[in-house]
């Protein structure tokens, strides 16, 4: 069996990710989190008793502990999920934006190509170093514009879309220069199960839950390209296993929307399943806020690129993922008191006030 150093396999995209290749027996997987606010052991709970999936708690900036990692397990690929990934927290405070995206990325490229020069050359042909990042760093479009391709130019705008163009950047380098075998995927918006509750969608659900305010930023008119996580994942794997060393991928649900439609959106499956809620209809609970700094008017992808060369397309459309999304925060009401701890309180309280 394949072995798989997974780094930031406690969140939202790596442990859905974690999950779906454990249960289709794809690798052995050796799970790199630091659990900081975002990661959340539990969503790895039903693996406790799996003997091919290892948790290992620590930083990918550690320079020892991926040596060390690597020289135990011996992996196969490196897939690097972990981030700080939420724009808003990186305009309230930049710095672990830059020490785990940059830094630590560039620490898990200098011990990767380490590991891999010392590998057989049977060896080193077969390895991958699979980066993902965002659509994010290609910056902002016009209502004309075409979506962006992999020739875009990078113009990443917020402090988290340029460390994770900074890291992109490391990455092609350390193919160009090194012929370290890598890999990068650049995402549209994810929704999906395991969510934390800063990011609009699952924010909104559990608002809208508990009759809160649903705080849409600015006129709501700002454009992202939703994709349910599942797809992405599988997107993701199909780059691992057929896409060409040194290059990018562009992956998206060809699915454009305003904020006022995704929200407007959550309150129809909720005014569905929860018929007797006291806030029905849940769209009067939207209130129009301040807008984000410098907030990127709209994103879409073109995926050309992967569904032609690599014959990957996404099974969800935007109306069923969304309803397997609610029903799943509708089920895991456990899961979601897990994760409102005082951190998160916290972070509610800096970003839209007290209540
Ligand atoms: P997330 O914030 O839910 O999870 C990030 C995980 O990384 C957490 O488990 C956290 O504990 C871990 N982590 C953070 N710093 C770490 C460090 N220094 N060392 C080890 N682990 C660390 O993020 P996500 O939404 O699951 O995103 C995963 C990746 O996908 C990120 O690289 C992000 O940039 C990219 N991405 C996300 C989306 C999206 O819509 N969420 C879209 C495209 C790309
Ligand atoms: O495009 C991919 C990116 O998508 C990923 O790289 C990021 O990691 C991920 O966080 C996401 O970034 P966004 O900034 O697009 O996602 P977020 O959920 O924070 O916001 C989506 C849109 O909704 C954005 O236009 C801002 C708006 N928004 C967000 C929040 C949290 C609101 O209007 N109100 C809110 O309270």
Redesign the pocket.
């Known amino acids: 069996m394949k072995t798989w150093l997974v ?10 990710f974690v999950l779906r290749a454990r249960s289709r027996g794809l690798a052995r997987i050796i799970n ?9 052991v539990h ?1 790895l709970d039903c693996l406790r008793e799996d003997p091919d999936h290892v948790f290992v708690r ?5 320079r020892d502990l991926i040596g060390e990692l690597l020289g135990r397990y011996r992996p196969d690929a490196v897939l ?7 724009v808003d927290r990186s305009i309230d405070g930049p710095d ?1 934006f830059i ?3 940059v830094v ?1 990325t560039f620490t898990l490229l200098k011990e990767g190509l380490r590991h891999w020069r010392g590998l057989s050359v049977a060896e080193q042909a077969g390895f991958r170093f699979l ?6 760093v290609y910056g902002s479009l016009g209502p004309a514009d075409p979506a962006f391709s992999e020739c875009t130019p990078y113009a990443p705008s917020s402090p ?1 879309s340029a460390s ?1 163009a900074a ?1 992109d950047h490391l990455v092609r380098a350390y193919h160009h220069t090194f012929d370290l075998p890598t890999l990068t ?7 999906g199960p ?3 509750p800063e ?1 609009l969608i699952p924010l909104m659900i559990l608002n809208a839950l508990e009759g809160k305010s649903l705080p849409i930023y600015g006129d709501g008119l700002n454009v992202r390209d939703w ?1 349910y ?1 599942e797809d ?1 994942c599988a997107a993701i794997e199909q780059v691992l296993f057929e896409g060409r060393p040194g290059e990018a991928y562009n ?1 998206g649900g060809a699915c454009e929307l305003t904020n006022r439609e995704v929200v407007r959106a959550v309150c129809g499956v909720l005014d569905e399943l929860r018929p007797r809620s006291p806030y029905r209809p849940h769209d009067s609970l939207i209130t129009f806020v301040k807008d984000r700094p410098g907030h990127d008017r709209r994103y879409a992808i073109d995926s050309t690129k992967v569904r032609s060369e690599l014959g990957w397309h996404p099974e969800e459309t935007f109306e069923t993922g969304l309803r397997k999304t609610v029903e799943w925060y509708l089920r895991h009401a456990d899961w979601v008191q897990s994760i409102q701890s005082g951190e998160y309180q916290d972070w509610i309280r800096r970003q839209y006030g007290e209540p």
Not at 80 to 86: G, K, L, V
Not at 185 to 191: A, I
């Open positions: 780094t930031g396999g406690a969140g939202f995209i790596g442990s859905n790199l989190d630091l659990l900081t606010y975002a990661g959340n969503n620590g930083d990918i900036g550690d690097n999920f972990a981030a700080e990934s939420h672990p020490q785990t995206n630590g980066h993902v990042s965002t659509d994010e988290y994770k890291a995927t650049n995402c549209s918006n994810n929704y395991r969510q934390f990011k994709l996580v992405h992956i």
